[in-house]
């Protein structure tokens, strides 16, 4: 039977707060519920991937305004997968769930970043279809 994808509650924090540490982001079930009620706030999608009763994907969906189109862009957050669970399909769902909804809300292009260390990912994302378009650069900002 396939993995359902579903909106994350509250209540999937552990299973949320082991998926981010695989993905290199370790913290608290308690944080996570703090950050699932901010996302929903603001409009943000937080989606999972349940088989048999378990959460076994992650992803999140951030759709905003950009000056330089006409109609918003989408991105892909946090996208990981179990790594007992990899390799079955379930990316590719998580993937496919969100460019739908990015097209629901009008989106013109859908895109994420990634750490240039992540060769597997890189290859995951080629092979649902994204292509490499650029680099990002970035800063920590301490308080």
């Known amino acids: ?3 359902t994808i579903r909106d994350a509650r509250p209540q999937d924090a552990d299973a949320i707060a082991r998926l ?10 308690e944080a996570v519920e703090g950050r699932l009620d901010r996302l929903q706030v603001v409009g943000d999608r937080v989606a999972v991937a349940e088989l048999d009763g378990h959460v076994v994907g992650l992803v999140h969906l951030q759709v905003s305004p950009a000056i330089e189109r006409d109609r918003p862009a989408a991105k892909l957050g946090a996208l990981v997968v179990d790594e007992a669970h990899r390799g079955r399909g379930i990316g590719r769902l998580l993937v496919e769930a969100m460019e739908a909804e990015a097209r629901l809300r009008g989106c013109e292009l859908v895109f994420l ?9 890189h290859a995951f994302y080629e092979r649902v279809g994204l292509e ?3 680099r990002r650069y970035g800063r920590t900002l301490n308080e």
């Not at 981010?20 to 079930?29: D, F, H, I, R, S």
């Not at 970043?113 to 990912?121: C, M």
């Open 1 to 3: 039977m396939p993995p």
């Open 20 to 29: 981010l540490a695989q993905l290199g982001y370790p913290t608290e079930p």
């Open 113 to 121: 970043t990634t750490s240039e260390r992540r060769d597997d990912a």
């Open 132 to 134: 490499q378009t650029g």
